[in-house]
């Protein structure tokens, strides 16, 4: 149940395709990114922790779901937290 400013946040997150293939792998114009939702910082951060995943880096083998968030993050040498706060800057905001 989003509010529209949070449907608009949401697409714009969305829009900066999938982080691991932007940031990590150097892969300009990344696919279309799907939401995923970290939890875990839920509490701690002020805005919405999502990350912007293909599905590939989100459910697929090699993904965050595939591989589990410990593995994810060996695997891509990030934590979820500085992906996040890559997402954020790429937003080009700090966030209130
Ligand atoms: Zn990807
Ligand atoms: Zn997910």
Redesign the pocket.
């Known amino acids: 149940m989003a509010t529209k400013n949070e449907k608009i946040a949401l697409n714009q997150i969305a829009e900066l395709g999938c982080i691991i293939c932007s940031e990590i792998l150097g892969i300009e114009g990344g696919s279309a990114a799907?939401?995923?939702?970290c939890r875990r910082y839920g509490a701690v951060r002020a805005t919405s922790p999502i990350?912007p995943?293909c599905p590939e880096h989100?459910?697929g083998n090699i993904g965050?779901?595939g591989l589990g968030v410990k593995r994810f993050e060996r695997e891509y040498k990030i934590s979820c937290e500085e992906l996040l706060e890559r997402v954020s800057q790429k937003l080009g905001k700090d966030d209130k």
């Open positions: 799907e939401l995923h939702h990350l995943l989100h459910r965050l779901h």
